[in-house]
């Protein structure tokens, strides 16, 4: 038998592997050069969806001048709130791209929930005005958290964040917790459309969406609309925009085909946003430009951050060393 060793990572270890959000935008907008740039392969997620408010998806990517490769295999169950388990699941596997052979397995929740919000970020450093003073948030949850302070990372000139969730006892513990960790203020608003019309940068960080409840004529003049992961705008939204922008056009429009109708037939895109990062086309033109920016999240992103990871958990003597040990098989079961 040859050996054939990875590293396992637990959650917790992907942690204390270390990683800040300054950090994560930066690895994500490295790697939205290489997209733009064209050097990366990134098939659109294929999926399956045993229950219909939940999915189970594959994220393969391939970044070939960082020699890294790998899978996100990652489900979303908004129902397991409800039996102790967290909504985001799945694991991570690197390979070796010489020899194709499992280098680390590990939890993915941390390192999706870092790389969505710093996306977020990434596209406000290009997007948004950077004179920038209020925040619009719906969505208190795990995304609401880090998506704010990704963009505390980006925008200097916040002076508030108004922010609204169905369940107020949710809400009221954001703010709470977040007044405590960001330099501007955190505030309750009593409904959506209150933190869209006067937000600067609004940030919808809600569970899927299956009808529209957010309108177009809501979006003040001068705002970037971030969606993370979510529908619910009505379409003549992307229509009315000035910039119309995705990470990524062909997995965009696949997830459209299968997952958002509403959004049919879709408006001409403006840009992918890598190509904005590497300035073949221009980002924001003018302080009154409307700009909305899907990010559905692309799993070069999530190979790149796992990479660092794996790279600081060796570093730290983290993880639990496994072993394959393959050979010949046999000639008969």
């Known amino acids: ?64 001048r960082k020699g890294e490769a790998g899978v996100k295999w990652v489900s979303g169950y908004p129902n397991n709130l409800q039996h102790g388990l967290p909504l985001i699941m799945g694991l991570i596997v690197l390979n070796d791209v010489n020899t194709g052979q499992p280098i680390a397995v590990m939890d993915c929740a941390y390192i999706t929930a870092l790389r969505t919000a710093a996306a977020s970020g990434v596209a406000a450093k290009y997007l948004a005005n950077q004179d920038a003073k209020v925040i619009g948030l719906v969505g208190a949850g795990v995304q609401g958290r880090y998506n704010l302070l990704a963009l505390k990372e980006v925008l200097t000139k916040i002076q508030v964040a108004r922010v609204f969730d169905n369940n107020p006892a949710v809400l009221h513990r954001f703010v709470k917790s977040m007044a405590a960790v960001v330099p501007f203020k955190v505030a309750a608003a009593q409904s ?65 085909e299968h997952d958002y109708k509403i959004y049919a037939p879709l408006p001409d895109l403006y840009a992918e946003l890598g190509e904005i990062v590497i300035q073949k086309k221009p980002g924001r033109e003018h302080k009154e430009e409307r700009i909305i920016n899907f990010n559905f999240g692309i799993a070069i ?11 600081r958990a060796k570093e730290k003597g983290l993880g639990t060393k496994l072993d394959l040990a393959v050979g010949e098989l046999p000639l008969s079961p």
């Open 1 to 64: 038998m040859t050996p054939v060793e990875f590293l396992y990572l637990s959650q917790q270890e992907v942690i204390d592997a270390g990683f800040t959000l300054k950090e994560a935008v930066d690895i994500v907008e490295e790697v939205f050069k290489e997209h733009g740039s064209k050097q990366f392969e990134n098939p659109p997620k294929p999926g399956v969806h045993p229950r219909d408010d939940a999915f189970i998806h594959a994220m393969p990517g391939y970044l070939p």
């Open 192 to 256: 959506a459309d209150e933190v869209i019309q006067s937000a600067d940068v609004v940030v919808i960080a809600t569970g899927r969406l299956a009808k529209p409840v957010f309108k177009e004529k809501w979006i003040k003049a001068g705002a970037l609309v971030l969606p993370v992961h979510s529908g619910g705008w009505e379409s003549r939204t992307l229509h009315n925009v000035d910039k119309f922008i995705v990470d990524d056009w062909v997995q965009f429009k696949q997830f459209i």
């Open 301 to 311: 992103h999530d190979v790149a951050m796992a990479s660092v990871i794996l790279a």
